[in-house]
């Protein structure tokens, strides 16, 4: 299985497709650029699917090549986590739409031999699934032994029993909704404004040219703010000022450079954030998650998403997380429940607010850790 050049990290394919979207067009073909790690069981049973976040990739416990990190989620996989590649078949893979070598905006239109832009076909959550369902299709992978996400990632593995029933043996879902709230559209409706006000952003079609960074800084900057909490926000900036040289410690500068430090946070991440991510993907990536209603799929009634699944599901929720607050997940136990599915489900405290999926939580690993073993 080792020489299977399928199977390792850096990988790509491009499928023929064709996949019908929600939106009634058929994509065709079909780039997914995915990591694999461990090795698959003879019987395939031993699959295990993470689902990213909005703006994460396929890099989950391998370094990111661009800017040289480690994976964004090697707290949760690797030797002796949760999700051990000594035990476990681990697939990770670039949703669609993004901009990490998976089809999206970015990527090569077939037919003009130039990049989509704002031409490539809207996605939904759904339409990301049925992506990686034939991504799984080419590995061998008939059923998951589990699907794990976080946040948008908690999207896809709700979404994953409700569209494969038969594929799905466990599902983890951490931090996630099954709906978004108005405010969560209103929230993503400001970057996605941002981006479109740049003048670079040139109706979508700055490939080859300067990208709209300005714009998507702005968007990038109101949406961490989402992921952080008052009390965390608080505890490490407050109200403290920037440090100035030539300037007494605490001295504002009577301007509108970045006085606060908070400021001066935001401005980085926003920075940051435009040398690794494309701006037209963030806008049809924050659109699918808008229009992710797993209710609305199966006749309005939540628990009819579920009713043909036999899997077991794994919900956990942060207490300080106000983007999707614990009232979301317990919404999705409620169903759960009334479809008869088996579910446990957990609040943790941390006072990191949504982010506190991707950062040291000692507590949420051991209730993966568990529930995951537990369906042996």
Known sequence: MTDDQRFGCGRHVTLPGPLRLDGGVLLSPVEIAYETYGTLAADGGNAILICHALTGDQHVAS???????PGWWTRMVGPG???????????CSNVLGSCMGSSGPASIN?????????????????????????????????????????SMGGMQALSWPATFPDRVAAAVV??????????????????RQAIMADPTWAGGDYYGGEPPAAGLAVARMAAHITYLSEAGLTEKFGRRLQARPGKQDGAKS?????????????????????????????????????????????????????????????????????LYPTIESRSIVAALNAAGAPVSFVELSSPYGHDAFLLEAPEMNRVVDGFLKGGR
Request: hydrophobic share 45%; net charge neutral.
């Open 254 to 322: 009577f301007g509108f450079d970045a006085d606060f430090q908070v400021e001066s946070y935001l401005r980085h991440q926003g920075l940051s954030f435009v040398d690794r991510f494309d701006a037209n993907s963030y806008l049809y990536i924050t659109r699918a998650m808008d229009y992710f209603d797993l209710a609305e799929e199966h006749g309005g009634l939540l628990a009819n998403a579920f009713r043909a699944s036999a899997a077991r599901f794994c919900l956990v929720s942060f207490d300080t997380d106000w």
């Open 110 to 150: 077939p037919a003009t031999g130039r990049p989509w832009g704002m031409a490539f076909p809207v996605i939904t959550i759904r339409d990301m699934v049925r992506a990686q369902a034939l991504l799984l299709d080419h590995l061998g992978v008939g059923r998951l032994k589990a699907v794990v996400g976080g």
């Open 81 to 91: 986590k949760p999700i051990d590649p000594a035990r476990d078949f681990v697939i």
């Open 174 to 191: 951490i931090a996630s909704t099954a709906r978004h709230t108005a405010q969560n559209i209103a929230f993503h409706e400001v970057g």
């Open 63 to 69: 370094a990111h090549p661009r800017t040289g990190k």
